[in-house]
């Protein structure tokens, strides 16, 4: 049930792109992408519903593969102040009235100056 | 605009010791969760809840109960501390309606727990 998320850790240099994956052997409702300081709470970066509807920053952009169960995270143009773990969560299609969401192992992004 | 509130933020328990951590929301959300973190990892589901007097075992329920008599509160319960349950504990919660499903959800600042 647990969504896998790939890499596991990457590093980059400032104004580097990067792409997190995130996906599952299950049917998907939805996505939630979260980023994680160290020390802190989640921080909600995005929602991606079946069906095509995204809730999210204007900053960032992701994909949702209803067929494949994939998500994909697009970080552009890096900044430092994107330095964290981010998260994927999975609502699995027929669980939407239970809201039962579920996270993958996280991903590392260091980002270098 | 308290959000959601978790207490204690840091606790030592002795094995076999149990402890309530609380939790309130004043956002009026129906959709309440615990999840616990430990070092380095994700975040596992403990239970959570879709409503007052309604809950339900998420991944890692064994060793902790809930219950959630008003729609503010969703208190967890560690019964027999054991050093397994050493972890950080974070309480969310969602808007009504869709639940997380479609929702952002809010998450507490996090309770630190280490059993020793």
């Known amino acids: 049930q647990q969504p896998v998320q790939s890499p596991q850790a990457v590093i980059l240099r400032e104004g580097e792109d990067a792409v997190i994956n995130c996906s599952s052997s299950k049917a998907l409702y939805s996505v939630h992408w979260y980023r994680q300081k160290h020390g802190e709470a989640p921080v909600f970066l995005m929602i991606l519903l079946k069906g095509g509807e995204q809730k999210g920053h204007e900053k960032i952009s992701a994909s949702f593969n209803e067929k494949k169960q994939q998500s994909s995270l697009y970080l552009t143009a890096s900044q430092l102040s994107y330095s964290g773990t981010y998260f994927c969560?999975?609502?699995?299609?027929?669980?939407?009235?239970?809201?039962?969401?579920?996270f993958g192992q996280g991903t590392t992004l260091q980002v270098k100056p | 605009n308290a959000g959601v509130t978790q207490t204690p933020k840091f606790r030592i328990l002795k094995i076999g010791q149990s402890m309530t951590l609380q939790c309130t929301q004043d956002m009026n959300h129906n959709y309440m969760y615990w999840y616990r973190q430990d070092p380095g990892m994700g975040l596992k589901l403990i239970y959570y809840?879709?409503?007052?007097?309604?809950?339900d075992k998420g991944e890692v329920p064994n060793g902790y109960n809930v219950s959630r008599s008003t729609t503010e509160d969703f208190p967890l319960r560690l019964e027999l501390a054991a050093p397994s349950q050493t972890s950080v504990y974070f309480c969310a919660s969602s808007y009504p309606g869709q639940g997380a499903s479609g929702n952002t959800i809010y998450f507490g600042e996090g309770s630190w727990l280490t059993v020793v």
């Open positions: 809840s879709v409503g007052a007097g309604i809950t």
């Open positions: 969560g999975t609502v699995q299609d027929g669980s939407s009235n239970t809201g039962k969401l579920i």
